[in-house]
């Protein structure tokens, strides 16, 4: 049994290191899977062809149209110049005394109205660089603020997020994005409070060391961008908020997209025993199509010139970002069906006596070795995830809950130094992981650690 688990540790391993190096996931996912395979001295090519590649077939069915829809949807806001404006009127509003929460509050509101990660860096950067200049706060203290108005309680704790780390989880649990508000709001309260504090105090001691903006940095945005004329922010905003309106109305009202099918021939002519696996993708479709054909509407005449070659970079990077992900998946469906893995999870469902703590100690542990929030979340939840909820139906446990603590363990270890948000954030902004990653590793320390709170508190008193 040794070798048997061996075998997935160091398959494990071997996928972190290479994702570290820049290798592409893609195609080492199914070579480390079927190392793994061999070492356990199961079938090679059924495993592969039966295992992994269904699994990763039916991770691009069910979350391919988010993929490509979050993509698009964030490179029309970002030809159409509305993440610019957005970006700039809460850093003008703010001024310069107030620099740090000026950039958090940018890209917090640009990812909860569902931008995708990578364009709100790209987006908020340029202002943000202007007013830290002008703050006279160091340039390091960027990616870290950046990360944490991006990368954390806008992307998986506040209710109705549209990023996919929220929306994973309704395949398993039945839930809708807008699972477990109170908890939600609480634990995304509680990272801003606390990332804040940290980049506040680093400000504090860099001031007091005497320490500026500093000079010779690399990828300086250029001062004359700032300038530009962007549109109306109130029409910057319009499409961001009719994503979440629209996302809360199909999924929670009278007009859910749940009761436009009669449920027979749901499961007659599609096979859909349950609509409500399926119902809270089909809203997050329908709200980020609106958002799409609106932001299109509110600078048609900048977005027309360049719309196909922004098309194409925004399924491109769509594609390659779920097929990554779908490696990942294909790879955990494999590894639980090796006989090591009884072991493993035995170790993890029983490193807690309550599921939610069990299943925050699994998707960090797995988010933080495949580099991944959302990989790592699809792994854990696809091997685990039925557990977790018979489990929760046995002592009268909600789903949702399940459904927000996964959500935001997943937004935890997986910011370590091999992820791919983090390498393109710091390349973006021009700066290495020796100068900037400190930062990125406190809000990563701080989400954990509220992901916890929240669990072992819910395990103590619901």
Same mark, same amino acid.
């Given at each position: 049994?040794?070798?048997?688990?061996?075998?997935?540790?160091?398959?494990?391993?071997?996928?972190?290191?290479?994702?570290?190096?820049?290798?592409?996931?893609?195609?080492?996912?199914?070579?480390?899977?079927?190392?793994?395979?061999?070492?356990?001295?199961?079938?090679?090519?059924?495993?592969?062809?039966?295992?992994?590649?269904?699994?990763?077939?039916?991770?691009?069915?069910?979350?391919?149209?988010?993929?490509?829809?979050?993509?698009?949807?964030?490179?029309?806001?970002?030809?159409?110049?509305?993440?610019?404006?957005?970006?700039?009127?809460?850093?003008?509003?703010?001024?310069?005394?107030?620099?740090?929460?000026?950039?958090?509050?940018?890209?917090?509101?640009?990812?909860?109205?569902?931008?995708?990660?990578?364009?709100?860096?790209?987006?908020?950067?340029?202002?943000?660089?202007?007013?830290?200049?002008?703050?006279?706060?160091?340039?390091?203290?960027?990616?870290?603020?950046?990360?944490?108005?991006?990368?954390?309680?806008?992307?998986?704790?506040?209710?109705?997020?549209?990023?996919?780390?929220?929306?994973?989880?309704?395949?398993?649990?039945?839930?809708?994005?807008?699972?477990?508000?109170?908890?939600?709001?609480?634990?995304?309260?509680?990272?801003?409070? &606390?990332?804040?504090?940290?980049?506040?105090?680093?400000?504090?001691?860099?001031?007091?060391? &005497?320490?500026?903006?500093?000079?010779?940095?690399?990828?300086?945005?250029?001062?004359?961008?700032?300038?530009?004329?962007?549109?109306?922010?109130?029409?910057?905003?319009?499409?961001?908020?009719?994503?979440?309106?629209?996302?809360?109305?199909?999924?929670?009202?009278?007009?859910?997209?749940?009761?436009?099918?009669?449920?027979?021939?749901?499961?007659?002519?599609?096979?859909?025993?349950?609509?409500?696996?399926?119902?809270?993708?089909?809203?997050?479709?329908?709200?980020?199509?609106?958002?799409?054909?609106?932001?299109?509407?509110?600078?048609?005449?900048?977005?027309?010139?360049?719309?196909?070659?922004?098309?194409?970079?925004?399924?491109?990077?769509?594609?390659?970002?779920?097929?990554?992900?779908?490696?990942?998946?294909?790879?955990?469906?494999?590894?639980?069906?090796?006989?090591?893995?009884?072991?493993?999870?035995?170790?993890?469902?029983?490193?807690?006596?309550?599921?939610?703590?069990?299943?925050?100690?699994?998707?960090?542990?797995?988010?933080?070795?495949? &580099?991944?929030?959302?990989?790592?979340?699809?792994?854990?939840?696809?091997?685990?995830?039925?557990?977790?909820?018979?489990?929760?139906?046995?002592?009268?446990?909600?789903?949702?809950?399940?459904?927000?603590?996964?959500?935001?363990?997943?937004?935890?270890?997986?910011?370590?130094?091999?992820?791919?948000?983090?390498?393109?954030?710091?390349?973006?902004?021009?700066?290495?992981?020796?100068?900037?990653?400190?930062?990125?590793?406190?809000?990563?320390?701080?989400?954990?650690?509220?992901?916890?709170?929240?669990?072992?508190?819910?395990?103590?008193?619901?």
């Amino acid at each position: 049994m040794f070798i048997e688990v061996l075998a997935i540790f160091l398959s494990l391993g071997l996928l972190m290191f290479f994702a570290y190096r820049g290798f592409p996931v893609i195609v080492f996912a199914p070579i480390f899977t079927l190392l793994a395979v061999i070492l356990s001295g199961l079938a090679l090519l059924p495993s592969y062809t039966e295992t992994f590649m269904v699994n990763a077939a039916n991770y691009v069915k069910n979350f391919f149209p988010i993929f490509l829809l979050g993509a698009v949807f964030g490179k029309v806001m970002e030809m159409s110049g509305a993440a610019a404006s957005i970006a700039q009127a809460i850093v003008r509003a703010l001024g310069s005394k107030r620099a740090i929460l000026a950039v958090v509050l940018s890209g917090a509101v640009l990812t909860y109205g569902g931008v995708s990660l990578f364009v709100v860096a790209f987006a908020v950067y340029p202002f943000a660089a202007a007013i830290f200049r002008e703050a006279n706060i160091p340039k390091r203290l960027i990616p870290g603020t950046i990360a944490l108005g991006a990368f954390t309680f806008t992307m998986d704790a506040l209710p109705g997020t549209p990023q996919i780390q929220n929306i994973i989880p309704t395949t398993y649990f039945s839930t809708d994005a807008f699972a477990a508000p109170v908890v939600g709001t609480i634990g995304g309260l509680m990272v801003f409070l &606390g990332g804040m504090y940290w980049l506040e105090r680093r400000r504090k001691q860099a001031e007091a060391a &005497g320490e500026g903006y500093g000079e010779g940095h690399t990828n300086e945005p250029e001062l004359a961008n700032q300038e530009e004329r962007y549109p109306n922010i109130w029409l910057s905003v319009l499409p961001l908020v009719l994503v979440l309106v629209c996302n809360y109305v199909f999924s929670r009202t009278g007009l859910t997209v749940a009761s436009w099918y009669d449920p027979q021939m749901l499961e007659s002519t599609f096979a859909i025993k349950n609509v409500k696996t399926v119902t809270s993708s089909w809203a997050l479709i329908l709200a980020l199509t609106v958002g799409v054909i609106t932001a299109l509407l509110i600078n048609m005449p900048r977005v027309k010139t360049k719309l196909a070659t922004g098309l194409t970079t925004a399924a491109a990077g769509a594609l390659l970002a779920i097929f990554n992900t779908a490696s990942e998946v294909g790879f955990g469906n494999v590894v639980k069906t090796l006989p090591g893995f009884k072991v493993v999870q035995e170790w993890i469902l029983n490193s807690s006596s309550h599921p939610l703590v069990s299943e925050a100690v699994a998707v960090n542990v797995l988010a933080g070795i495949t &580099g991944s929030a959302s990989g790592g979340l699809s792994i854990a939840l696809e091997v685990m995830g039925k557990q977790y909820l018979e489990i929760a139906n046995t002592i009268g446990l909600s789903p949702e809950l399940l459904h927000r603590i996964a959500s935001m363990a997943s937004g935890g270890m997986d910011t370590l130094p091999h992820n791919g948000a983090v390498i393109t954030l710091l390349a973006i902004t021009g700066l290495t992981h020796r100068q900037s990653y400190k930062d990125i590793f406190a809000i990563t320390v701080i989400k954990t650690l509220t992901v916890f709170i929240l669990a072992f508190a819910a395990s103590i008193f619901i």
